[in-house]
């Protein structure tokens, strides 16, 4: 193996040559992976508009995998799933490459400016994947970039790349972040650090170490303030509040002691006046199993603001109780304000996995609309004890498919009804908040509930994005639905009575007649919603889906949508969105024979690229990129000229961003 010296070397005399750019006016930056630290996905950016946009052209492509690193390092593997979106400070892009190491390039070629040199010379320490974005500080001398790999925070001179001796440990330039937590994992996170202040907030989580499997035992992943100037620790929001802090009589039984997980592993935001971070927690230990924990479980599934200077508590709002559905709160919050009944709001929109947007006062906690506490379907499941009732926004409406009724299955033909009411003779359906089904349960033996939305939700990281300049906030959803069951659990090491039915002579798939979806579409599309009004503004399906399957194309039918997660970007005039990638985890569920025509997946993504009109939902201009999208888009004006960049991947192409603009 080469020995990296040199390569190290030569990084460093290339960063330390780099002199900073004129600072430019925020408007025309993108200053956080979201944009900016309310997360809007929102550029008031207009050069490309309605007239020119079919005269976009790719103007740059840079290759997220470091050519010098796979030359010293031939058996380096690379992660297609590139989840990095560039950020534009100062004239220079930065961006996590597809090791995790961040990158300085020219926003106008893509040419490298300086790249992280790893920490050690070593294949372990150089592989790694890619997070979704780098944070920004400066005090107006300082001017830094913060950045998590691996199990460390890393503070790095935006000048140079070279890391800050004097941040973390001694000599160092980063800040150790595992967990000092017996069942503690090793510390992962895809999002990034977010800087409020002078705090750089970090969450993650502890890499699957109670993943529901058989035990109830696993590490709390707590949220953690640190010092940007010194990396000290200077404060700890506890996920899973501890004997005497508020919410720790919501874990029955004292299992709050041993319960784990439901920590933030995608995006925050940041009320920056407010001095207030928004953080969204996920599901907790046993996601489909909490005969072990009774009780509404807080935080897990939650919106939490904390104040960012001293990691308290300010508010919550839980939006699943006691959840047995995997239904994290795992979309970004995003801020903006709105006017409803002639009253202007500052307010939080958190999307749920379930399809409800959660609209509230972002200094408050407050709901904008009433959410109403309803009643949903028990448990059959012995020794569980799920929440009587779920919290119901009254507006705006759900932005995707909930629940499923024999009403909502796919009938393209009567061939693929029989097949469809057939698949689910053995499955329970029901409404939103309908448990998974002890299998072989009940007089009738059923295997299991066909749960809508599924694991992966309707909402997710990708969605999301706000105009503050009409209220609309649009979210990019998929249906995608999961059969959850339970079993019994067998094992000597289990410590859960039940647990999700994962290995092949157990698990219960989703059912696809002849590889098509079990319901309806549109699987993936892109809701308009008018948060002056709590109104649906207008909905349409993102791509064109199935529609070519062997057993439909010949049925001239519209659009059906992609099932798969890409993000969107709102400009003055224009919303651009991707189709997603099968680089994207959990895109591919694996059932069905991929050698039969009948069970093509291929329609699940897809490498086109869109502008529609933010106004109506209409397809402006599409192109087709080298690969499918697989991180959220930004856009720049650097010397006059506006720019789109776009992470793209699959499973057979090198990860790389793609660079749009006009000629």
């Known amino acids: 193996m080469r020995d990296l010296s040199r390569l190290l070397f030569a990084a460093l005399i290339t960063a330390a040559a780099v002199a900073p750019a004129p600072a430019q006016s925020p408007e025309r930056e993108w200053r956080y992976f979201g944009a900016d630290a309310a997360f809007t996905r929102y550029s008031p950016l207009d050069q490309i508009d309605h007239d020119n946009v079919g005269d976009l052209q790719i103007v740059w492509r840079r290759p997220a995998a470091d050519p010098e690193l796979r030359a010293a390092f031939p058996d380096l593997g690379v992660n297609a799933y590139l989840r990095s979106t560039p950020i534009l400070i100062d004239g220079v892009l930065y961006a996590p490459n597809a090791h995790g190491l961040l990158e ?3 926003p106008a070629t893509g040419e490298t400016i300086w ?22 500080w400066t005090d107006g001398e300082v001017r830094r970039l913060l950045l998590v790999r691996g199990g460390y925070l890393y503070a790095l001179d935006a000048d140079t790349g070279r890391r800050v001796s004097s941040f973390g440990l001694a000599d160092q330039g980063r800040v150790d972040l595992d967990w000092e937590h017996p069942l503690a994992g090793e510390f992962d996170w895809t999002a990034g650090p ?50 005497g802090e508020f919410g720790a009589d919501t874990w029955g ?27 969204p927690l996920s599901a907790p230990t046993g996601m489909v199993y909490g005969g072990h924990r009774p009780g509404d479980n807080l935080f897990s ?32 919050p995003i801020l903006g304000d709105i006017t409803v009944d002639g009253r202007r709001i500052e307010a939080v929109m958190q999307p749920s996995k379930t399809a409800f947007l959660y609209v509230l006062d972002r200094e408050t906690g407050e709901p904008v609309w009433p959410i109403e506490e309803r009643a949903v379907p ?15 926004p009254t507006k705006p409406p759900p932005f995707d498919r909930q629940g499923v009724t024999v009403d909502d299955l796919i009938d393209f033909t009567p061939e693929l009804r029989a097949a469809a009411l057939e698949a689910v003779e053995s499955l329970v359906l029901g409404p939103l908040f309908t448990p998974p089904w002890p299998r072989g349960g009940g007089p009738e033996g059923k295997l299991g509930t066909l749960t809508v939305p599924g694991g992966w939700g309707a909402g997710n990281w990708h969605t999301g994005a706000f105009d503050p300049e009409t209220g609309i906030y649009y979210a990019v959803s998929h249906t995608q639905p999961t059969v959850w069951s339970v079993s019994p659990t067998t094992s000597e090491d289990a410590t859960l009575a039940w647990a999700t039915s994962r290995g092949e002579e157990l698990r219960v798939p989703t059912p696809r007649p002849r590889g098509l979806p079990i319901t309806k579409p549109p699987y993936g599309r892109i809701t308009a919603l008018d948060l002056n009004r709590g109104e649906l503004a207008w909905m349409v399906p993102n791509g064109d889906g199935p529609r070519n399957h062997p057993l439909l194309q010949d049925l ?22 991707g189709e997603g990638s099968d680089a994207i985890m959990g895109t591919i569920r694996g059932e069905g024979d991929p050698s039969d025509p009948e069970q093509d997946q291929s329609w699940r993504w897809g490498r086109k690229f869109r502008a529609y009109d933010k106004a109506t939902g209409e397809v402006v201009w599409e192109t087709e990129l080298p690969a499918g999208t697989t991180g959220g888009p930004m856009t720049y004006l650097h010397d006059g000229r506006q720019y789109v960049v776009v992470a793209v991947g699959a499973r057979d192409e090198i990860p790389e961003w793609v660079a749009l603009a006009l000629p």
């Open 115 to 136: 790249r992280q040199p790893p920490f050690a010379a070593t294949e372990e320490e150089v592989a790694g994947g890619s997070t979704r974005g780098a944070a920004w």
């Open 253 to 279: 039984d004292g299992s709050g002691a041993y319960s784990g997980d439901l920590g933030s592993w995608c995006c925050l935001s940041a009320d920056e006046e407010l001095g207030y971070v928004y953080v």
């Open 194 to 243: 977010l800087v409020v202040g002078d705090v750089v907030v970090v969450a993650g989580t502890t890499g699957g170490s109670g993943d529901g499997g058989i035990v109830r035992e696993a590490a709390p992943e707590d949220v953690r303030g640190f010092d940007v100037r010194t990396g000290e620790l200077l404060w700890t929001f506890h996920v899973v509040p501890r004997d």
């Open 301 to 332: 599934d939650s919106l939490v603001a904390l104040d960012a200077a001293t990691g308290e508590r300010v508010w919550h709002f839980q939006m699943v109780h006691h959840d047995v559905w995997e239904y994290d709160t795992v979309g970004p």
């Open 104 to 106: 300085a390039f020219d």
């Open 556 to 577: 001239d039918l519209p659009p059906l949508g992609i099932p798969n997660r890409p993000a969107p970007l709102v400009t003055g005039s224009l919303l651009f969105l």
């Open 378 to 392: 028990q448990s059959t499941v012995p020794g569980e004890r799920t929440s009587a009732t779920q919290p119901f």
